[in-house]
């Protein structure tokens, strides 16, 4: 968690400089890679059925069209159903992006799919400072091994060690000014 606020104030700049000077022009779209770290706990719902109740945290890598790359830090707390025997899940949470302590960028997000690869949609709901209205949304990927971590957990167990990868290939935003 230290770690992660070191990098937060080592990239306070850096995703403004990469998203603003492309704002101007109205609509852009960049792509995101975000390697997190996670942990909950994990409940039994049903006969092969488990929630996961948590959050995960990283730097949000933003690669814009010209090759640039900016950061930004994202806590987003999430939660996952897991059917163990038919091997999907669901997932849905929210997320604060922290550019710099005046400007937060928000988000919702929920997808779906196989074990191991939840496959949905990133829609930004608003923020603050320069992004106080920001609008947009993207495809997303989310590639995680939770779901073969918490197999075989009691009801009520923590996860301290969850690790994955988000996803958006083509996240399309536009500011309000």
Same mark, same amino acid.
């Given at each position: 968690?230290?770690?992660?606020?070191?990098?937060?104030g080592?990239?306070?700049?850096?995703?403004?400089?990469g998203?603003?000077?492309?704002? =101007?022009?109205?609509?852009?779209s960049v792509?995101?890679?975000?390697?997190?770290? /996670?942990?909950?706990?994990v409940?039994?719902?049903?006969?092969?059925?488990l929630l996961f109740?948590g959050e995960?945290?990283g730097i949000m890598?933003v690669?814009t069209?010209?090759g640039?790359m900016?950061?930004?830090?994202?806590n987003?707390?999430?939660?996952?159903h897991i059917?163990?025997?038919? $091997?999907?899940?669901?997932?849905?949470?929210y997320c604060?992006i922290?550019?710099?302590s005046?400007?937060?960028?928000?988000?919702?997000?929920?997808c779906? /799919?196989?074990?191991?690869a939840?496959?949905?949609?990133?829609?930004?709901?608003?923020?603050t400072? $320069?992004?106080?209205?920001v609008?947009?949304s993207s495809?997303?990927?989310? =590639?995680s091994?939770?779901?073969t971590?918490?197999?075989?957990?009691?009801?009520?167990d923590a996860? =301290?060690a969850?690790?994955?990868?988000?996803?958006?290939?083509n996240?399309?935003?536009k500011?309000? =000014?």
């Amino acid at each position: 968690m230290v770690l992660n606020k070191f990098w937060s104030g080592l990239v306070l700049g850096l995703v403004i400089a990469g998203m603003a000077g492309m704002a =101007r022009a109205g609509e852009k779209s960049v792509k995101i890679l975000m390697p997190w770290d /996670g942990e909950g706990s994990v409940y039994t719902i049903g006969t092969d059925k488990l929630l996961f109740m948590g959050e995960f945290e990283g730097i949000m890598y933003v690669e814009t069209s010209a090759g640039d790359m900016d950061a930004a830090y994202a806590n987003c707390p999430a939660s996952q159903h897991i059917d163990v025997s038919a $091997k999907q899940s669901s997932a849905k949470g929210y997320c604060t992006i922290t550019i710099s302590s005046e400007e937060v960028v928000f988000a919702e997000w929920s997808c779906k /799919g196989k074990v191991g690869a939840c496959e949905g949609t990133f829609k930004l709901t608003g923020g603050t400072g $320069k992004y106080a209205g920001v609008t947009g949304s993207s495809d997303m990927l989310v =590639r995680s091994v939770l779901n073969t971590l918490v197999v075989g957990m009691g009801n009520g167990d923590a996860v =301290r060690a969850a690790t994955g990868l988000a996803i958006l290939p083509n996240l399309t935003y536009k500011l309000a =000014r």
